[in-house]
């Protein structure tokens, strides 16, 4: 019972973390780490934490999802410098970290450094965004941080692996690390792959022939992370590469690839909103449970560092501190090299741009540690092969917690002064294309209630009164098309202004018309189920225009 009621609490300091975050303008990671903190006081004690349970139930889903979510035209179009972060990258920051994190502590294990800088290496750009609320991140950027964070997410946890391997073991092999690495990711992407499509496919199959379950839809969605990553393990390869490559190609089977089925309105939207939900609970227990367990493991870390060759509880701040210098300056070079020879690389002769200072400091800064970092070093085992402790797990644990603690702080206070002017090349317009599309749907519209009018009359009774309502609403199609058809630059931009007002006057109705029909609710003029179903109708015409 006790479980529960902590874990309640935990929800609610969840909650609550977003009001407090708007009210004191704090970014929201360090609100939840400060609820966290505080709810030890409340309770007086802490959750006891089955690593592996805590890796299996919050870093699937999330990775699943941002594979899903990410635009994969700008993870594309930016596939070198995205590539380069989160590949090359990866294994500077582990060899370089690695070795320094080493040096500082001889106590601790190489393999055990290894492990922590590997597990320091991924970045989240759910912190960042949340950082950044009050200066915007260009979209382009944020594409770019979001498409690193998938796939570093992924190589630095194998790499941890591997390190956590040798750790253990006492063994280690750089032909053997290849190999691992090699069936780790190759194994783990095409059983990311397979999963989802066979689960979409059987889906598909179902809903064919017995209908849609639009609960069931959101249910199943929920589970193909979960399933894709047993899987993977149960064949020794990466769980978290599987979760990923399974969001991928959910995005792909959602376009009607496999089985040609896509799910319903209703559906879409109800299983938005539900991953909305996990997206933002996930995300922030994790942060709850990092600050609920800090003292506890800055209690353990202090243990330990009594018994190295510098006792002083002070030189836990100082390795926190150097390790965050490090994690900058390793990716400030990687960055600016990586945009110096990547991302600024034009086709046509001329000139290349600079890579400005200001530009290459955001992206350093912007790399923060966050849910993932949290995840992976709390799955370190507590044993070696030989039954003894871990060398130095609970000071990589407090190191871990330190690092995105101060790596959050240090973003909040320079991202968003850093972000203001900030150059990057321009995102291309897609405002042409998208009145092209829009004239292509109206279009098929058109067509498609046309014969579908022709069949109602010639079956029904009363066929001119198909022909009058199809005409009503191909007349809807039609200003829509004539609307997005336009040969000048300044007939567009009236178009798009029409468009504003519109969306204005339509928001600024729909409310009135929700409002209205609560009133109507409170003084029993209509019943309930009827006020509540129209009440949705509206809220379903006003996601249109949001």
């Known amino acids: 019972m006790h479980l529960i009621e902590t874990v309640l609490l935990l929800l609610l300091a969840v909650v609550v973390s977003g009001s407090i975050a708007k009210i004191t303008r704090i970014a929201l990671p360090l609100v939840q780490i400060g609820l966290g903190a505080s709810l030890v006081l409340i309770t007086g004690s802490t959750v006891d934490l089955e690593p592996d349970v805590f890796f299996l139930l919050f870093l699937p889903p999330l990775l699943f999802l941002d594979g899903w979510r990410i635009p994969k035209e700008a993870l594309f179009r930016d596939r070198a410098v995205i590539l380069e972060l989160a590949l090359g990258l990866v294994l500077f920051t582990v060899v370089g970290l690695g070795f320094l994190i080493w040096w500082m502590i001889p106590e601790m294990p190489l393999p055990v450094a290894f492990a922590l800088a590997a597990i320091l290496s991924p970045t989240d750009p759910i912190a960042v ?162 600050g609920e367990q800090m003292p506890s493991i800055m209690a353990r870390a202090a243990e330990v560092v009594a018994g190295t060759s510098r006792p002083e509880i002070w030189w836990l701040a100082v390795y926190v501190f150097a390790i965050v210098a490090a994690l900058a300056a390793l990716r400030f070079i990687w960055v600016w090299t990586s945009l110096k020879l990547t991302l600024f690389r034009r086709r046509h002769r001329g000139p290349q741009p600079k890579v400005g200072l200001r530009l290459t400091m955001v992206m350093s800064l912007a790399g923060v540690r966050g849910a993932i970092t949290l995840a992976g070093i709390l799955t370190l085992p507590f044993f070696v092969a030989d039954g003894t402790l871990l060398p130095s797990r609970n000071l990589a644990i407090f190191l ?147």
């Open 400 to 546: 871990a917690a330190g690092v995105i603690i101060v790596s959050l702080l240090v973003a909040t206070i320079a991202l968003p002064r850093l972000l203001q002017n900030v150059e990057l090349p321009p995102e291309p317009s897609h405002e042409v294309e998208e009145d092209r599309c829009r004239v292509a749907a109206a279009s098929a519209a058109l067509r498609a209630i046309e014969d579908a009018s022709h069949a109602m009359a010639e079956s029904k009774p009363d066929p001119d009164l198909y022909a009058e309502v199809a005409s009503r609403i191909m007349e809807v199609y039609r200003r829509r098309i004539e609307t997005h058809t336009h040969g000048a630059e300044d007939d567009a931009a009236v178009t798009r202004k029409i468009d504003r007002v519109e969306r204005e006057l339509w928001l600024a109705g729909l409310a009135a018309e929700r409002s209205e029909l609560g009133r109507l609710m409170r003084l029993r003029q209509i019943d309930e189920v009827t006020a509540r179903r129209m009440i949705r109708e509206v809220d379903l015409q006003e996601i249109r225009y949001l």
């Open 129 to 290: 965004k949340a950082i950044a609320a009050r200066a915007p991140i260009p979209k382009r950027l944020m594409h770019i941080l979001e498409g690193e964070s998938l796939l570093n997410d992924a190589s630095g946890l194998t790499c941890m692996r591997i390190a956590v391997i040798a750790a253990t073991t006492g063994a280690f092999s750089i032909g053997h690390a290849i190999g691992t690495f090699a069936w780790l990711a190759v194994a783990g992407v095409a059983v990311g792959v397979l999963v989802t499509m066979a689960i979409s496919w059987a889906k598909n199959w179902v809903n064919k022939r017995w209908g849609e379950d639009a609960g069931a839809q959101v249910l199943i969605s929920l589970l193909i992370p979960f399933a894709a990553y047993l899987v993977a393990e149960e064949l020794n390869a990466s769980g978290i590469l599987a979760a990923v490559a399974a969001g991928i190609t959910m995005s792909f089977t959602e376009r009607g690839g496999v089985g040609g089925n896509q799910s319903l309105a209703m559906t879409r939207i109800r299983r938005g909103v539900v991953w909305d939900t996990v997206q933002f609970v996930a995300n922030g227990f994790i942060f709850v449970i990092l």
